[in-house]
């Protein structure tokens, strides 16, 4: 099983045992579960739209729902054992009549265990990343033609929207199953991202995220990604951007993330090991020190900023004196957060057919030791930010214990004792700081 530092943008599971019932029993209902990364969230923002468009009403649990739908990730295992533990839940349910429809979408869908898990589980419908639009016949909309395409618009309106302005990845990581199951490259035109963005400022949006496996590889008739980040920036009271790729990462951007008002002084840039021997058999295509040099860019840009990455423990042929690397690697570049993985073998892939499988306990160790080095780097940084006024954009309202889920500019996620609805900022002063959050007190006017 693979771990993070901090939980990723999943769903939580819904497996209730409450007796069945639906709020309108004429309404035809559906529920999504999103597993994975904000690739799929954001396509399970297109779902939506779809089973909207086909006159369903979206329901949380299952037992309320007509039909189901998980967007799966495929990246590591233990996602597919999640995945395998709902549909094993679903058929429960659907014996006992309460739900009538399961479908799969999303990487899993694209990979060849699919059709395996379309047996053992009954499963109605299969649809890979490509060909999500198949799901509109599915639902008794018209039949769609169209061949997947990134231009397709996903999220409608909202506080925070994502835009996605590329596809698939031409990268061939070791470990990496992405490209067998999305696919290569595809850019979005500029015209066209920024139409997208122009028209969610338009309906309200105050924040947009661009998306892509490797966001920073985007290019389009001559122009690369800062320039489409520039754009954006203009067009958009506040962006950021996720995922990039360190041999992609151009110093200009980094300096226009410093520079520019608009942009979150957030930058997630996986390294994914601090070995230059591991990086070669990974593929990664740079080296440790160049990985530092473009920290050291960004630090100085944005010297308030939070930097974020993802490693990768126990790949194959890691030693003890690769994980050391790793470990100096992540207390010389100070961390503010990290997603540590550790290796999950994927049939297809070339690290799963690698000699040298390191084993469990070692795995362990060396996650729990890079943990504890991030969170350390973590604290600290954070406790610089204890007394200072803040001002934070309100992403999610506040829950039962009266504290909203908010961003500083420096990319810092917050809790923060308001009412104030999501989309909107207000200033206050950082009380006290963990090694994942800010807590900051009453918003001063
Ligand atoms: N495109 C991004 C990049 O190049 O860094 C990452 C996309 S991948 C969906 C997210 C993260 O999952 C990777 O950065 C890597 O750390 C992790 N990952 C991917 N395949 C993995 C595997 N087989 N085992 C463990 N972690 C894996
Ligand atoms: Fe996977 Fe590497 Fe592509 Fe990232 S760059 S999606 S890790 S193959």
Redesign the pocket.
């Known amino acids: 099983m ?1 771990s993070t530092t901090r939980s990723t943008p999943t769903a939580p599971i819904p497996l209730s045992s409450k007796p069945a019932g639906q709020a309108n029993p004429d309404t035809k209902t559906a529920c999504i579960r999103t597993f ?2 904000q ?1 799929n969230v954001h396509d399970s923002d297109r779902i939506r739209r779809m089973i909207q468009d086909a006159g369903y009403a979206e329901v949380q649990r299952y037992e309320d729902a007509d039909l189901v739908i998980l967007n799966t ?1 495929y ?3 233990n996602a597919v054992d999640r995945v395998k533990g709902h549909l094993g839940e679903l058929n429960r349910l659907r014996r006992e009549g309460r739900v009538k429809r399961v479908a799969l979408t999303g990487c899993i869908g694209a990979a060849e265990e699919s059709a395996t898990l379309q047996q053992t589980y009954d499963i109605d419908l299969v649809l890979g990343t490509h060909n999500t639009y198949e799901l509109a016949e599915f639902v008794g909309l018209p039949t769609m033609l169209e061949t997947y395409t990134p231009e397709l618009p996903g999220t409608e309106g909202g506080h925070n929207a994502f835009v996605t302005i590329m596809t698939g ?1 031409n ?1 061939q ?1 070791s ?4 490209p067998t199951v999305r696919g290569r490259m595809l850019c979005r035109p500029m015209g066209s991202v920024i139409a997208e963005v122009e028209r969610l400022v338009a309906g309200g949006t105050g924040y947009v995220t661009l998306l892509g ?2 966001v920073d590889a985007w290019r389009h008739e001559g122009k690369r990604f800062c320039d489409l980040l520039e754009a954006v920036s203009e067009s958009t009271p506040r962006v950021w951007f996720t ?3 360190p041999s992609n990462m151009e110093d200009r951007t980094l300096r226009a993330i410093g520079e520019r008002d608009t942009i979150v002084k957030r930058l997630h840039l ?1 390294v ?1 090991s601090g070995s230059d021997r591991m990086l070669r058999v990974m593929h ?1 295509g740079y080296k440790a020190e160049r990985y530092r040099r473009k920290i050291e860019v960004f630090r100085e840009a944005a010297p308030d900023g939070t930097l974020t990455t ?3 423990v126990g ?1 194959p042929g890691e030693t003890e004196e690769d994980h050391e690397q790793t470990l100096k690697l992540v207390e010389d570049c100070a961390f503010d957060s990290a ?1 540590i ?6 049939r297809g ?1 070339e ?2 057919s690698l000699p040298g499988a390191v084993p469990d306990a070692v795995v362990q160790r060396r996650f729990l030791e890079v943990l504890r080095q991030i969170e350390r780097n973590a604290f600290e940084r954070n406790q610089r930010k204890v007394g200072g006024v803040e001002e934070i954009y309100i992403r999610h309202g506040s829950t039962e214990d009266g504290k909203a889920i908010g961003e500083t500019w420096s990319g810092h996620a917050v809790h923060v004792k308001t009412g104030v609805a999501p989309g909107n900022y207000v200033k206050a002063r950082i009380e006290s700081a963990g090694p994942h959050v800010l807590y900051a007190g009453e918003p001063s006017g």
Do not use: N
Request: net charge positive; proline share 5%.
């Open positions: 693979s994975g990364c690739m990730c990246v590591r295992e990845c990268y990581c470990y990496c199953i992405v496996q490797t995922t990039s790729h996986p994914q990664r993802d490693i990768i790949h997603y993985f550790k290796f999950s073998p994927r892939t690290a799963a």
